[in-house]
């Protein structure tokens, strides 16, 4: 039996816990430890009979891992990846990257340094249904990318604002959902050229919006909004409509879609539409549902690719660079809803 990949989980909030299942479900990794100072920890450690770890530094004095998981608050993710890098620790880091872009340049350049993987943990990617739609769009199935249409309208309960730094600067939904948003369109239409963007907080009152407009301008020339809230009830977002994470119970409905001069789609109830001969909105429109089967097993696929990773079986497919482009898109549409004016993003 191949040997499995003992990876150690670092933080266990919302995503923590979730890569823990993810690793326990996996048949080629294993847990290996969790660290956490929260009393959380002692329970999950005995429940999964696993050593406990009040800090990173007692870990790699203790007993190293062959890889972590870092899914830390995200002003303290270049505090503990750096470490694991410099012991040459492969480490699959939760998105974003960092929460400012010099953190997130040291994180890459000490991966680079110690010629160790770094892995951005964008799983949207590992999902059939978008990797689908990425072949729909580099056939040309839907002739030249026109304009993109994004919702992410959800609402977040009283007890998910218990944590504080998610009321403080980068815990809003631009930092915690958008960002997965910001790769994942990146990753099916290419490099962003501006971005203009409003947010506001005018439900909530924290200090972090609430509620945010973005429009995105494409190298290419294509156009795409993004639009989400928090504070909205909707069935209409990536995390409820994918499937992929049991925390979230799906609907049948679609978030995302792209349109061009042949046809255009919907996902992740993937859905083609197009003319069968003269392209007029004076004749008859038809679709075809694509049948690509929705997983809950997102967060295996990734957890299986990062083990591929460890052993050296394959490169990340969510490198450091990924998570920087994102954050920089980020950062600009943060300028931009403070002044709104057009970002150029270099």
């Known amino acids: 039996m191949p040997k499995k990949v003992k990876i150690s989980v670092i933080g266990i909030g919302l995503m923590g816990l979730q890569h823990i299942k993810a690793i326990q479900r996996s048949k080629n990794t294993s847990l290996h430890s969790i660290v956490e100072i929260k009393k959380a920890g002692i329970e999950l450690a005995k429940k999964f009979k696993v050593p406990l770890y009040k800090s990173t530094k007692i870990l790699l004095e203790s007993d190293k891992p062959d890889a972590v ?31 400012n872009i010099k953190s997130a340049k040291k994180i890459i350049s000490r991966a680079k340094k110690n010629k160790t993987s770094l892995l951005i943990g964008y799983h949207r990617r590992h999902n059939s249904i978008v990797n689908k739609v990425k072949k729909i769009i580099e056939h040309k199935k839907l002739g030249k990318i026109v304009s993109a249409n994004i919702l992410c ?48 907080n005018n439900i909530r009152k924290f200090k972090v919006e609430d509620t945010a407009s973005v429009n995105l301008f494409f190298k290419s020339g294509a156009l795409c909004t993004l639009n989400i809230s928090d504070t909205i009830v909707s069935p209409w977002s990536y995390e409820l409509t994918a499937g992929e994470n049991p925390v979230y119970p799906a609907t049948d409905q679609s978030s995302y879609f792209i349109g061009g001069t042949k046809g255009s789609v919907q996902f992740p109830n993937l859905k083609f539409w197009y003319y069968q001969k003269e392209r007029s909105w004076w004749k008859s429109i038809h679709n075809n549902n694509i049948n690509v089967q929705k997983s809950n097993e997102t967060l295996i696929y990734q957890i299986n690719h ?15 660079k990924d998570g920087l482009n994102s954050l920089i898109i980020f950062n600009a ?10 970002i150029n993003i270099n």
């Open 306 to 320: 990062f083990a591929k990773v460890v052993l050296k079986k394959e490169k990340p497919k969510v490198t450091g």
């Open 69 to 99: 998981v870092v899914a830390t608050p995200n002003i303290l993710h270049e505090k503990d990846t750096v470490q694991f890098l410099n012991s040459k620790i492969p480490v699959l880091l939760e998105k974003p990257i960092s929460d």
């Open 333 to 342: 549409i943060n300028k931009s809803s403070k002044s709104g004016k057009k």
């Open 153 to 200: 309208w959800l609402y977040k309960h009283k007890k998910y604002f218990n944590e504080k730094w998610r009321i403080s600067d980068g815990g809003g939904p631009l930092g915690i959902n958008l960002v997965h948003d910001i790769d994942m369109i990146c990753y099916l239409l290419g490099p962003v050229k501006y971005v203009q963007a409003f947010k506001s």
